[in-house]
């Protein structure tokens, strides 16, 4: 059960604030420009200017949204850098989903026997023959 959020916990940092432009070619994905802004609106030469690349990746689960920073200084640069950040985070999402195959394959846990010397139909293992059942 999740706790009631306080006031001062929904409150916005206006020392923190965006302005959020979305550019996209609409078939590999978009380019979110996010400028520094004052809480007046006017824009905040103090911090710099962010580029986070957006792209989906088909699995056979379905799409997997991949988001990722793109260290550039203008526009053309972010776009120029897009593939390789797309890239990257493939290979990254690929790596954590690898990790996560091998923790839940390793937490399953077969016993080579039956407790209290009890034997099941077919044998060891349960299965016709007595088949062990093996990980790899």
């Not at 999740?2 to 604030?17: C, G, Q, V, Y």
């Not at 640069?77 to 923790?103: H, M």
Request: a neutral charge; hydrophobic letters at 35%; glycine letters at 12%.
């Amino acid at each position: 059960m999740s706790t009631p959020l306080s006031p001062n916990e929904l409150k916005m940092d206006p020392a923190s604030l965006y302005r959020e432009d979305i550019y996209t070619d609409r078939k590999i994905g978009t380019i979110r420009v996010l400028t520094p802004v004052t809480s007046g609106g006017l824009a905040d030469a103090s911090r710099p200017v962010l580029y986070v690349g957006e792209t989906q990746l088909l699995t056979p689960g379905g799409l997997l949204p991949l988001a990722f920073e793109l260290p550039a200084a203008s526009l053309a640069d972010a776009i120029e850098k897009f593939a390789a950040g797309a890239n990257e985070a493939v290979e990254r999402t690929r790596r954590e989903l690898e990790q996560l195959r091998r923790e839940a394959a390793s937490s399953i846990i077969v016993p080579d026997r039956m407790p209290g010397g009890l034997t099941p139909p077919g044998g060891p293992g349960g299965l016709p023959g007595g088949g062990n059942i093996r990980l790899r």
